[in-house]
């Protein structure tokens, strides 16, 4: 899962061409000489992906195996280019929190942007590293994750108690917090399933 580049443009109704306020990019995957190519690439098809997105609409364009997400907001819009496996859901969140922070670094100044800005803006840049994994903009995806994770633990440390030598029977029989009770119960219900088993 990897992000390639994020962009913020006005792309107004009334404007003829969407004018760029902010670019990030990392190309450091591509090769050296193919590097201002795929720059050049990134803002051609990012203004004509945000100039096709109408006011309060996202999208997703799909080519090989990158996909170029867009939401313009009113005519604020931000454009990713994530590869293929980065999760839809995560990447419209994403671009959500891009134009809440464009919005609070520079309130409405962008509608009257009459063309590029090639002044760097800090956020986008750390923005991009950090969202690299998807779980940074999805919180959601971010607490199934870490169910998985604690579902992994317990079984492994309940395997861990298991794979030390010491049987489960054993350990019942020497338990003194179980009455007599619940002690025949599990070596009832253990006699009654071990009849069942098919190996």
């Not at 800090?122 to 199934?144: G, M, R, S, W």
Request: glycine residues 4%; charged residues 25%.
């Amino acid at each position: 899962m990897k992000i390639t580049a994020l962009l913020v443009l006005k792309a107004a109704p009334e404007a003829s061409d969407p004018v760029i306020l902010a670019n990030a990019s990392d190309v450091s995957h591509f090769g050296y000489f193919q590097r201002s190519s795929v720059k050049e690439f990134v803002v051609f098809v990012g203004r004509t992906v945000a100039s096709r997105t109408p006011p309060s609409q996202r999208q997703s364009v799909q080519h090989e195996e990158y996909k170029v997400h867009a939401y313009n907001r009113n005519g604020l819009c931000a454009v990713g280019f994530m590869d293929d496996h980065y999760p839809v859901r995560s990447a419209f969140s994403l671009l959500n929190q891009v134009i809440d922070e464009y919005q609070k670094s520079f309130g409405e100044t962008w509608r009257s942007a009459k063309e590029d800005s090639a002044q760097p803006w800090p956020y986008l840049a750390e923005a991009l590293t950090k969202f690299q994994d998807p779980a940074e903009a999805d919180k959601l995806l971010k607490i199934q994750r870490e169910l998985d994770e604690t579902k992994i633990i317990l079984h492994k440390t309940i395997d861990s108690v298991l794979a030390r030598g010491e049987k489960l029977d054993s350990l019942v029989e020497k338990s003194s917090d179980l009455s007599m009770a619940s002690q025949m119960f599990y070596k009832q219900a253990k006699k009654t399933n071990s009849c069942c088993t098919i190996l």
